[in-house]
């Protein structure tokens, strides 16, 4: 015989009170990526157009490891353009006020960094990530402001380092233009008047003065990166 209404109500009431756990299958949590699946790059969709320039302003795989073993990189240029980034009035929001060596480049959200760094006066983002034989990872970014507002994205970041208490590594004219930023990863960054660049380097195998090394090569070659 069939249940009368009221007790097959009760029992639905019921099911959705208990957030369905007996009602079905239970799911297992998504692993965490790792530092070489991981990405700055949102899964959902975000503003900018995909680069088709030559990715040659960014490290090689030649310029970090020279010794033999599997070695893999994987690289995005993607500039942020006014008709997919533009949602309003422009207001500086880049840097956050975070020194997680992990989030630079430092923008309010993750789902909305492209959306953020336009806001703030980027144009380009350019991301590569490099991985070593002993599984280390070198994450390198190369921020280039639009015309009129490099000094000013530059300053703020210089000064948002000096907050973090970073080290100055090379100033110029008086001004700290490399910074070291201790952490996991290990953090440099170079300001030059027309980009910042910026290595992280993820595992126990990065030392500081690696990282330092390897800044002085990015920042040449990132000068191709500006000029377009």
């Given at each position: ?8 109500k ?13 009602c ?46 599997k ?40 789902a ?42 530059v ?74």
């Amino acid at each position: 015989m069939l249940e009368s209404p009221r007790v097959w109500k009760a029992a639905v009431v019921v099911c959705l009170a208990g957030m369905a756990v007996s009602c079905t299958e239970k799911t297992e949590p998504k692993p965490t990526a790792s530092a070489s699946e991981s990405s700055p790059w949102p899964s959902g969709a975000d503003c900018g157009l995909d680069a088709t320039a030559q990715d040659e302003g960014l490290l090689s795989i030649q310029d970090v490891w020279s010794d033999a073993g599997k070695k893999t990189r994987s690289t995005r240029i993607v500039n942020l353009d006014r008709t997919t980034c533009a949602t309003g009035q422009r207001s500086a929001t880049a840097p956050a006020n975070s020194c997680e060596t992990s989030g630079f480049p430092w923008t309010n959200s993750p789902a909305s960094s492209n959306q953020d760094l336009y806001s703030s006066g980027i144009r380009r983002w350019a991301y590569a990530s490099l991985e070593g034989p002993d599984g280390t990872v070198l994450k390198e970014h190369v921020l280039i402001p639009e015309d009129g507002k490099s000094s000013g994205i530059v300053d703020a970041y210089r000064k948002h380092l000096e907050t973090c208490k970073a080290q100055v590594i090379i100033s110029q004219n008086g001004k700290p233009v490399q910074f070291l930023l201790e952490g996991s990863p290990g953090l440099v960054v170079s300001l030059q008047s027309e980009r910042v660049t910026a290595l992280q380097g993820y595992g126990s195998g990065w030392k500081s003065d690696q990282l330092v090394n390897l800044l002085g090569t990015a920042e040449n070659r990132s000068r191709n990166l500006a000029k377009n």
